[in-house]
């Protein structure tokens, strides 16, 4: 166990988290009427990771730029923008229900390009690109949609988030696959390879003949690729194509990433770390809004997590260097 | 033939011409050493055979083709591998993935599925090799980063003859380590000539260069100023050539 999770590049204490986490929020939350915590009940264990699929797959994102030494501020917005992309194609112009998940996933995939083709030959830093999009997004789903949300999309659509095909939620589904496919892309092939040596140190992946350039280009169009299926998740479970959506979630994708185990500077990234990451921050809000904090608060207490985890990394890497 | 012919390398950045016509030649097998004061060009030149930088004029040869418009990549292929002053290690990915980086073996899951790297090869090549040159490191699955200076160089130089090379370029690789780890580097670098592999030695250790060279190389301002067989020279006549003031 110990030797697959150092194997994946999963911290212990990640997991250690999660769990002393979900402790802390079941003894903390409201009894139920037949005198179960309502935090271990069943729907309510759905409900986290409901939340943290649509999060958790822009983390997944999130990660692949990361652990290069990039970064994609732009993630929530673009979620937003493939929401309304998708849902105006079919509900708007009325096009076949496919459409939503061809408009989101190429509007969020296109949005990923842009920010890589300017980071790569315009060599403008990734946090001002993707900071500028992140404007850019935002301003064209508001556009496209006229600041509202398009409801009303197709039974097939609602299917990817509203279904529960043997009990679990249809986007928990979609989650698992994108991680696994990503996990193996990651940590399994040479792309992931060169995606961490990228990370680690520029000029050895380039005097060891590996496209840098074509290997950015493509991990934030995967980024964004990424912020797309969320997209796509998001308008099926809500039912709207809705032009507020994933405002902010940028800070919970990166968060989770890096708790996960992603090195905020490159050459250390894990998907499955990135999975935990993404359920310590569902059980966090979950836990908060049982104990009806108000949402005020828990933005507050997941930016005090990203600053505290980035900060023991630092700590833990000056331990390093000191031995 | 030779094994790798410049001719009229010319390379500018921006208004400063680092070389200016060069012209050499390397054997298959041989040992040249290549010296010169700071800023003679030594490594702007390297890069220059390596890929790294494209040239603004002049043409290069290895093995017979010409690879002057080749990207580093291509050029690894065509076997010709670089060692750099800083090694161009990722430290925090594990020796054998070092050793392997931009040429990772891999498989197929049933045929079908992308190909995925084939770690279990990786490692037990990564070890034959490290064996091989007869070095020792604790694991060759810990971080690159957490080993010292002689042993990342030992690294770095398995990285490069993995893929059977035929000319080796080194970047001041004694420059930075002890003395006992100086002679190991000294005795790879022969270890490689009997095996017919050719190497470009920079150094500005002169010591170095005459113990493993057949030839001395100088560069003075982008120029080869001379070319001098290690057994007809001295190192006085060397310096005296580095530093302008021949006869």
């Known amino acids: ?323 | 033939m030779s094994l790798l012919e410049l001719s009229g390398i010319e390379r500018s950045f921006g208004p400063v011409q680092v070389l200016r016509g060069v012209d050499l030649v390397v054997e298959a097998g041989e040992v040249v050493g290549l010296v010169g004061d700071n800023g003679a060009g030594k490594s702007t030149l390297m890069k220059t055979i390596s890929g790294v930088y494209a040239t603004d004029s002049g043409q290069i040869t290895f093995d017979g083709d010409e690879i002057t418009d080749l990207d580093p990549g291509s050029r690894r292929e065509a076997g010709i591998e670089m060692i750099y002053q800083d090694l161009a290690l990722a430290p925090q990915q594990d020796v054998a993935n070092n050793i392997f980086l931009g040429r990772e073996p891999t498989k197929r899951f049933l045929g079908i599925l992308p190909a995925f790297v084939d770690k279990a090869r990786i490692d037990a090549e990564a070890q034959r090799m490290i064996d091989s040159l007869g070095v020792q490191i604790p694991s060759i699955q810990i971080p690159v980063g957490m080993l010292s200076g002689g042993q990342q160089q030992t690294i770095a130089i398995a990285r490069a003859l993995t893929f059977k090379p035929k000319l080796v370029i080194m970047d001041e690789p004694t420059a930075a380590l002890a003395v006992r780890e100086v002679e190991s580097v000294l005795r790879l670098i022969r270890q490689m000539r009997e095996e017919g592999i050719a190497t470009i030695l920079i150094s500005h250790r002169l010591n170095d260069v005459f113990k493993a060279c057949d030839r001395v190389v100088v560069l003075r301002r982008g120029n080869v100023i001379t070319d001098l067989k290690k057994d007809r020279t001295d190192m006085a006549e060397v310096v005296s050539y580095i530093v302008d003031a021949h006869e």
């Open chain 1, 1 to 323: 166990m110990l030797r697959f999770l150092e194997r994946t590049h999963v911290r212990v204490e990640s997991l250690a988290v999660l769990a002393a986490l979900a402790i802390v929020m079941a003894i903390l939350s409201p009894v139920t009427g037949s005198g179960v915590r309502v935090f271990l009940t069943a729907s309510n264990l759905f409900n986290i990771i409901l939340a943290s699929a649509t999060f958790g797959i822009l983390a997944i994102g999130a990660t692949f730029v990361i652990s290069a030494a990039g970064i994609d501020l732009s993630l929530g917005s673009v979620l937003g923008l493939a929401s309304v992309a998708g849902a105006s194609l079919v509900v708007t112009l009325e096009f076949p229900w496919y459409f939503a998940i061809i408009g989101s996933l190429a509007a969020g995939a296109a949005a990923g390009a842009v920010n890589g083709f300017v980071v790569t030959r315009g060599a403008v830093p990734a946090f001002i690109v993707t900071l500028g999009m992140l404007g850019i997004a935002r301003g064209l789903a508001l556009i496209i949609s006229d600041g509202r949300g398009i409801y009303g999309l197709p039974a097939e659509i609602l299917f990817l988030g509203q279904a529960r095909p043997w009990g679990v939620p249809t986007p928990v589904f979609i989650f698992a696959a994108v991680a696994l496919v990503s996990h193996y892309v990651l940590a399994h092939t040479p792309f992931g390879h060169h995606t961490l040596a990228l990370g680690d140190n520029e000029d050895s992946a380039r005097a060891t003949g590996i496209n840098v350039n074509r290997q950015r280009m493509a991990l934030y169009t995967i980024a964004g690729l990424m912020a797309g299926i969320a997209g796509l998740v998001f308008t099926a479970r809500v039912n709207t194509g809705d032009p507020t959506a994933g405002l902010n979630y940028e800070l919970l994708a990166i968060t989770a990433a890096i708790i996960g185990g992603t090195n905020l500077f490159g050459g250390r990234g894990s998907i499955l770390g990135t999975m935990i990451g993404a359920l310590i921050m569902g059980v966090l809000q979950n836990g908060l809004n049982l104990m009806a904090v108000q949402a005020y608060y828990q933005q507050m207490a997941i930016g005090t997590v990203l600053i505290a985890a980035v900060w023991l990394d630092q700590i833990r890497a000056r331990g390093r260097r000191a031995q």
